[in-house]
């Protein structure tokens, strides 16, 4: 439908919606190039759920791998995300990806405030071009305040603060929080920007098929917003939202995301397929294992050193020390952990004291936790399993069992400890350090289920960035990037970063395809 009253209280080039790693990169690279910009964030914070990440980013080939000796390229990238995506998502999608994965870096780095440097982290997948140590980039740590310091106030705090409704950390700014800053203070020092926090989209403004403009919330009013060049959404997707969880992803609700909360509701996937745009990959999200909080809630788990997971029948049912999305697509396979019908337990021996065998990136109090009823604890494995309401039978065979692998170092069920990412968390002193006896009574059990990192269906793009229709024709005037679009990398998780490095390349990608 045309929108013919063309009257505007904003009027920009380059609109983004959003303030996750995509939309500042896309941002950055717009107003660097002399285009105005305008940036809206739902939220009173920037950042989104890229400020809660780690913030790896696999952007294979690029110069702060260099810098670092890593040998790496675009090529043994393409050759390992091909092997793994394979026709899951276009490949000329998946070519842009690669191809503009060390560009990003290149252009982001030429900003003296942007600066990234090699970590170690394991890809995902055994397959040929994987990088056993890995190959992702991280924000450099920021020394806080370093300029704008009103601005850099306003970078959501880290996923525990926010959680435990404690106070935001003196000192540098890490992780997620880095690359947020970075590219504020980035995008501040070209000049051409601004940004409007509590500013939530609400539609797209389209004249003859093209989008034109946006409306968005502001202080109880509605804000016409033009932009002349182009429309960038990379707003999340909808993880916070119960209604379309239950709808696309068949959840029973938006309880367990990792998300941050208050923004990623769907809305400019809404407003997108309103203009025309066409969808994909409504199933699919970033999966992880997480443990279930009293508060109803749950956090992002990973690395475990210690324990099983067992699900209602007391037995194994994968390798325990998968990669966070390979083990959430084993709980779906096993609809273990995936509504409050089905708990999966994870169970361990009394050797790690109060702490759990594993990261949490929210800690857990186990007292409180004992008092919800989360954190079960009982002499024998007899009595746990009852704590947990599963056969005593079944689970003192299941760790009989387990502890046998341990002995001869061979998981025997679920090869737990032959990849090296399996080993990258391993703490174990025995033949395999992936697989560590439970047999130091009191027994312990946790409960985990199915979460994630954000969902990763929605608009589908091309290798430009635009936003396709049903007809695979590009919407004039509309971009996307990040979790508002159909993941490049459909229903696979290849390697640390790919969410994250994604969306800031197909940022990047609009920006230039805007600018030129
Ligand atoms: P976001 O970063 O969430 O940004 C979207 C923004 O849009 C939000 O600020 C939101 O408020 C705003 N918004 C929503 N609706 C509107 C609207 N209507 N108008 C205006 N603004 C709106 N990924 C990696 O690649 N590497 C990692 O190391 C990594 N570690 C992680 C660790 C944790 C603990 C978690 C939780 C996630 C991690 N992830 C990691 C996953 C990754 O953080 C997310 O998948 C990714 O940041 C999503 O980016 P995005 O830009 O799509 O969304």
Known sequence: MADTAHTWDEECDVLVVGSGGGALTGAYGAAARGLDTLVVEKTRYFGGTTAYAGAGLWLPGNQAQARAGVEDSAELGRA????????????PLQDAYLDHAADTVAFLEANPHVRF??????????????????RAVFPVDLPAPDGAPALLAAVRPPAWAERLGLATPEGPFTDGRALIARLLLALESTGHARTLLGTPLTRLVTEDGAVIGAEAERDGRTLRIRARRGVLLAAGGFEANAELRRAWQE?????????????????????????????????????CPSLRFPDGS?????????????????????????PYDRMGRQLLAAKAGTSHDNPVWWVFDDRFGDELPGITVVPADRAAFTEAGLWRTADTLAALAERIGVGAEALCD???????????????????GEDPYD???????????????ISDGPFHAVQIVLGDLGTKGGVRTDAEARVLREDGAPIPGLYAAGNTTASVAGPHYPGPGVPIGSAMVFGHVAAVHMAF
């Open 251 to 287: 959840l029973p609700g938006a309880d367990w995301t990792m998300g941050a909360p208050g923004g990623n509701t769907g809305d400019a996937i809404t407003a997108a397929t309103e203009a025309g745009a066409a969808l994909a990959g409504l199933d699919q999200s970033w999966w």
């Open 398 to 416: 299941t760790v009989r069992v387990f502890n046998g692998h341990a002995q001869r170092g061979v998981d025997a069920d679920f090869h737990r």
């Open 423 to 437: 080993r990258f968390f391993a703490r174990g002193d025995g033949p395999n350090p992936c697989l560590v006896p």
């Open 298 to 322: 749950a956090a992002f788990t990973l690395g475990l050193h210690g324990g099983i997971f067992v699900d209602g029948s007391g037995r194994r049912f994968a390798n325990e020390s998968l």
């Open 117 to 134: 440097e090699y970590r170690p982290f394991p890809d995902y997948f055994p397959a040929p071009g994987r990088a056993d140590t890995g």
């Open 80 to 91: 390992y995300f091909r092997a793994v995506v394979g026709d899951a998502t276009e490949h």
